[in-house]
C-alpha cells in the first residue's frame, strides 16, 4: 500500500538558524574526520610498498591514488611544471575527493530523515538515532551484527538502507564515484545522525526547502 505523504510544514525562525549552525558545524566536523581517517586507512604519507596495509586498504588506496593521478594529467601543463606544483594538485584532490564523500554522506542521512518525517521510510533509523525504533529491531533480531562492531551495527544498518533506497533514488543513494573510497570513522557517524536528531530541528523535517537550505549552508560556511 502507498503511503500519502504528510503536507509540508515551513521550519520557524529559530528552527532555521538551528540548521545553519548544524549544517556549517556538520561541514566542519565532516571535513577534518574524514580527512584524518583517510590518512590513518590507507597511510597515505608513507610508500605503498612500505605502509604494511592489508589487501582490501591497499587496493583501495591503489583505486584513490589511480584517481588522483589520473585527475593531475588533465591538468593544463602550466599548473604542473614543478613536482611542487604536482604535489599542491594531488593534496588539492584528495581534498575534494573527501568533501564529495563527506556532503554525499550528510545529504544521505537529511534525506532519509526527511523520509521518516513524511511517513515515507519505516521503521525510523535516523530519529531517534541509537535509540530508534529500526535500530533497536536489529539489535533484537540480529545481536551477531553488534557484538564487536564499533557502531554497534549501526553503520550497516544505515548503509543497508542506503542500498535499498538506491533502487527508487539512484541519483543521490547510488554510485558515488571517488567518495566511495573515503573512509567514515564511526565517532563521524554517530555525530551527524545524533546532529540531526536535535530536537531544535524538528520543524526543519518537514518543510519542502530544507534540503536547498542544507546546500546553501554547506557550500556558503
Not at 528552527?15 to 590518512?39: F, Q, V, W, Y
Not at 584517481?67 to 588533465?74: G, K, L, N
Not at 534525506?111 to 525504533?133: C, D, F, Q
Request: proline share 5%.
Amino acid at each position: 500500500m502507498t503511503m500519502k505523504p504528510l503536507d509540508p510544514v515551513a521550519m520557524k525562525p529559530e528552527e532555521k538558524k538551528a540548521l545553519s549552525a548544524a549544517i556549517r558545524g556538520l561541514r566542519t566536523h565532516l571535513l577534518d574526520g574524514l580527512h584524518s581517517e583517510t590518512e590513518q586507512t590507507y597511510l597515505l604519507s608513507i610508500d605503498a610498498a612500505k605502509a604494511g596495509l592489508d589487501e582490501v586498504a591497499r587496493e583501495r588506496r591503489a583505486r584513490l591514488e589511480g584517481w588522483i593521478d589520473e585527475q593531475v594529467r588533465a591538468l593544463p601543463e602550466k599548473q604542473v611544471r614543478k613536482d611542487s606544483d604536482r604535489e599542491a594538485a594531488k593534496q588539492r584532490l584528495r581534498r575534494d575527493a573527501e568533501k564529495q564523500a563527506a556532503y554525499t554522506l550528510l545529504t544521505r542521512v537529511i534525506m532519509l530523515r526527511l523520509l521518516e518525517a513524511a511517513g515515507l521510510h519505516k521503521p525510523a533509523i535516523v530519529t531517534g538515532a541509537w535509540e530508534s525504533r529500526g535500530f533497536k529491531e536489529l539489535r533484537e533480531l540480529a545481536p551477531g551484527l553488534v557484538r564487536g562492531d564499533r557502531s554497534e551495527g549501526y553503520a550497516y544498518l544505515l548503509q543497508l538502507v542506503f542500498e535499498d533506497l538506491a533502487i527508487e533514488l539512484p541519483g543521490l543513494y547510488g554510485h558515488a564515484g571517488v567518495g566511495e573510497l573515503i573512509p567514515v570513522p564511526v565517532d563521524t557517524w554517530r555525530h551527524v545522525v545524533e546532529t540531526l536528531d536535535d530536537p531544535a530541528l524538528k520543524g526543519c523535517w518537514t518543510d519542502d526547502m530544507t534540503l536547498g537550505w542544507v546546500y546553501q549552508y554547506w557550500n556558503d560556511p
